[in-house]
């Protein structure tokens, strides 16, 4: 099996990568930068194409909590469609991506916000502790303990 097509670039991709800035060069050496550099240009890039198909907040109610974890606690999202605030939707469980290293809860949370009202579902962003501070598996056993905490 061929599998040269995965290195053609999506054309809806290609906008975004063509608005991002260059990485800092010290991209690989400072983890701090490179996450300040994520959280700032990435994500707001990213939002910014997806702003104008956001619904109205009137559309879906979002609920940030707390939930504990061995030696601590990490940040769940939970959104649902407002409109039938009453019903049971399926349940969506959402963990973002980063490689352990980077990301949050606010990267995907516009893309998630859309995902809840345009399917009917409910949705439960992840958010987890990351490496190299907390060494694997803590990530992933934080990943774990939320999936029981909403089960």
């Not at 995965?6 to 930068?33: G, H, K, Q």
């Not at 939707?89 to 606010?106: A, I, R, S, Y």
């Not at 060494?135 to 909403?150: C, E, Q, R």
Request: aromatic share 12%; net charge negative.
């Amino acid at each position: 099996m061929a599998y040269s097509h995965f290195s053609e670039s999506n054309p809806e991709l290609e906008p975004i990568l063509a608005a991002l800035p260059p990485p800092p060069p010290t991209f690989t050496e400072d983890l701090v930068a490179a996450r300040e550099h994520f959280d700032t240009q990435f994500i707001e890039i990213s939002r910014g194409f997806l702003r104008p198909n956001l619904p109205h907040a009137t559309e879906y109610v979002t609920d940030d909590h707390k939930v504990p974890v061995d030696g601590g606690e990490v940040a769940v999202r939970c959104y649902r469609p407002h409109s039938l605030q009453d019903a049971t939707f399926p349940l969506f469980f959402w963990v973002h991506g980063g490689g352990w290293v980077f990301g949050n809860l606010e990267q995907d949370d516009y893309r998630l916000r859309m995902l809840a009202v345009e399917l009917h579902i409910t949705i439960v962003a992840a958010d987890y502790r990351l490496a190299p501070e907390h060494h694997f598996p803590t990530g992933l056993n934080d990943t774990y303990a939320i999936l029981k905490w909403v089960s």
